[in-house]
């Protein structure tokens, strides 16, 4: 980055942080754990259509499709800003991380002018279909059918684990429509409308007593033509575009802060001198490392193979920081503590499994970091 580049993100910085203290909402700031699960969906929805009338949607979107047309250096300086402010998660994120851009590389003009707006203005919600009870890791696997009916597709089938499906709008939907066509060339991406008759979302209740996602039942619900995303038998293709832009560093650093929350609060209850006040330090130095991998990983966003390479590690190495840190602090932790970190114990169970499971991630390290052999 260049002196003027680094002098322009900190002028940005400075204008973010100034909005992020005036635009989160006092009774988040003030009575976020007293509020009912309605009126905390309120406020995660209000909060996409305030980042827009911000000036804060699609950062790193380019601007003649409605985006800010900044980089991924000022999209991850504006996470950590707002994960700092203790700003809502919105519900925009799998609309503006991982639809928009493949909206962009694949979709048709008329898709673009439909969905683009609702998007970055927070009026629609998406969520992501991918998994299925046989397909997660293993993606080419998806069962679901998208039936060919007249011009358009029934679909039938379920998927789970889907996140926000329970206030998403659209689905962004891997769908097997061709049953005889080979592996890789069987499935085809659709835009599927989640308000319509046939679509049934059960929530699943997590081990820490949350619930971050659903299971969603399809049954002869309709897609049409204009509505499939890149070519039919092209799914594939169009899938690996979204996971590409699963873009690694602005989780890591929204858990970057979250953690050193965590970390800060551990050191705090560790007496000096004794030896889990060691051990803390140790995860301490580690979580500094991960903050360093971040910033390695901003910088090599122009090269996408360095670019996955660099988040793989990243994803490993702050999943497993966070549960090693909570299964320390758990078992001898002050009593004043305990219930914070059985809740984080729980939660961060999840962490090594989702966007890419630490194996996944391990056997990527291990082709294109190290190039071993399959
Ligand atoms: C909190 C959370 C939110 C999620 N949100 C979404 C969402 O919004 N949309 C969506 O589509 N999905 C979502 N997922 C699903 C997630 O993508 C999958 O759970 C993940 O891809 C793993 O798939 P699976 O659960 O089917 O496990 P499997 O793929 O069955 O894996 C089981 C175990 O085997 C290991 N394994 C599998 N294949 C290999 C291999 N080749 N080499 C070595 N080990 C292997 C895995 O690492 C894992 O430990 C979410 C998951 C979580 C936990």
Avoid at 139 to 160: C, E, F, H
Avoid at 216 to 244: H, N, P, S
Avoid at 290 to 311: H, I, N, Y
Wanted: hydrophobic fraction near 40%; aromatic fraction near 8%.
């Amino acid at each position: 980055m260049t002196p003027s580049e680094r002098g322009e993100l900190s002028r940005f910085s400075d204008d973010a942080e100034q909005w992020l203290a005036d635009a989160v909402p006092e009774r988040w700031r003030s009575q976020r754990n007293s509020l009912s699960p309605a009126e905390v969906t309120e406020v995660r929805r209000e909060w996409d259509k305030q980042l827009y009338r911000g000036g804060y949607a699609g950062l790193s979107l380019p601007r003649e499709y409605g985006g800010q047309g900044m980089g991924l250096a000022e999209e991850v300086a504006f996470h950590e800003l707002a994960a700092r402010a203790h700003a809502p998660e919105g519900f925009g994120r799998i609309g503006k991380i991982l639809t928009a851009p493949t909206l962009i590389a694949h979709g048709t003009p008329d898709q673009q002018a439909r969905f683009l707006p609702g998007i970055l203005s927070g009026e629609d919600v998406w969520c992501q279909g991918f998994s299925e009870p046989g397909a997660g890791s293993d993606l080419a696997s998806v069962s679901t059918t998208a039936r060919r009916d007249g011009n358009g597709y029934r679909v039938t089938g379920q998927k789970i684990w889907t996140s926000f499906a329970d206030v998403a709008d659209r689905s962004l939907f891997l769908a097997r429509t061709d049953p005889d066509a080979r592996r890789y060339r069987n499935l085809s991406m659709l835009l599927l409308d989640m308000k319509q008759p046939g679509v049934t979302v059960r929530p699943i209740k997590q081990i820490s007593g949350t619930s971050h996602f659903a299971e969603v039942f399809f049954e002869d619900v309709w897609v049409g033509e204009e509505d499939r995303l890149g070519g039919e038998g092209e799914g594939w293709k169009v899938a690996m575009t979204v996971l590409q832009n699963e873009r690694g560093a602005i989780e890591g650093i929204t858990r970057y802060v979250e953690m050193r929350g965590d970390m800060d609060l551990l050191l705090r209850c560790c007496a000096a001198g004794t030896e889990r006040a060691a051990v803390a330090e140790q995860f301490d130095v580690r979580l500094e490392l991960v903050r360093w991998q971040v910033s390695k990983a901003v910088e090599l966003v122009d090269d996408p193979v360095a670019f996955a390479r660099a988040t793989s590690v990243l994803k490993v190495t702050w999943s497993e920081l966070w549960q090693e840190m909570t299964e320390f602090a758990i078992v001898g932790s002050c009593p004043e503590h305990q219930a914070h970190w059985r809740h984080q114990y729980l939660e961060t169970r999840a962490s090594s499994i989702y966007s890419g499971s630490s194996e996944i991630q391990r056997n990527i390290m291990a082709e294109r970091v190290l190039g071993l052999p399959k």
